[in-house]
């Protein structure tokens, strides 16, 4: 596609429940982001794919909180046993290996009930 | 990757120039300067950036001091949609060597007519 696309556009789910987010990143970027933004807030890194690379996880907030990237294309950022606390804006972001530019989706608005 | 500090929010009348300025004084020889910026309801978007020499682009000029301590951002023509959350960001770049990409709280720039 021409730009980052994140599915679905607008999650709700009750408190409790497991939740995937969807990124399909930019063909043939290397990296690919994830980020939070909660209402009013900055964005908040969360993980970070860079090719072969072992993924820089130190941005999750915790063991709920996983995501991988198959084929080094698509991402899945799963949530499980969702809180409150966890309603957000989750943005994917993709960039060809060490290029400057990092290119966003819309991200997914998820609010938990 | 370096922190930055940037004032909380500022205005500028539309058609004037808006200068965003960041510190960054613990910036690290191979770390370079980036610009977002985030409109309202919308993923962030690439600015410019720069490593030590002034840089301009279609957008916007990135004015970096001597030391690198600091960098202005040079919008020369705000306009009504420039109204927007500027994000100055320190990165580590290069061939297999790409740094995550950390927002901080951002410069909420207000272009009023």
């Known amino acids: 596609g021409a730009g980052v696309s994140q599915s679905p556009s607008n999650k709700v789910t009750e408190k409790g429940k497991d939740v995937e987010l969807r990124c399909d990143p930019i063909?043939?970027?290397?990296?690919l982001y994830w980020y939070r933004q909660s209402l009013g807030q900055g964005l908040e890194f969360l993980i970070y794919?860079?090719?072969?690379?072992?993924?820089?996880k130190s941005g999750l907030p915790s063991d709920r909180f996983s995501a991988e990237r198959t084929g080094g294309s698509v991402s899945t950022l799963t949530i499980q046993r969702t809180q409150q606390e966890d309603s957000a804006v989750y943005l994917c972001?993709?960039?060809?290996?060490?290029?400057?530019?990092?290119?966003f989706g819309q991200g997914t608005r998820l609010t938990v009930v | 990757d370096a922190k930055t500090t940037q004032p909380t929010s500022m205005d500028c009348a539309e058609g004037r120039a808006a200068n965003l300025p960041c510190n960054h004084s613990t910036i690290s020889g191979n770390e370079y300067v980036y610009w977002y910026r985030q409109i309202h309801s919308q993923g962030p978007q690439y600015i410019i950036h720069?490593?030590?020499n002034n840089e301009t682009n279609e957008m916007a000029s990135l004015i970096i001091t001597e030391d690198r301590k600091s960098s202005t951002l040079i919008l020369p023509h705000a306009t009504l949609r420039d109204t927007a959350v500027y994000y100055c960001?320190?990165?580590?770049?290069?061939?297999?060597?790409?740094?995550?990409?950390?927002f901080g709280q951002g410069t909420t720039l207000q272009v009023k007519p």
């Open positions: 972001a993709s960039s060809l290996a060490g290029h400057t530019e990092a290119f």
């Open positions: 063909s043939g970027h290397t990296a």
């Open positions: 720069g490593l030590k």
């Open positions: 794919f860079q090719g072969n690379s072992a993924p820089d």
């Open positions: 960001i320190v990165r580590v770049m290069g061939r297999g060597n790409t740094g995550k990409l950390i």
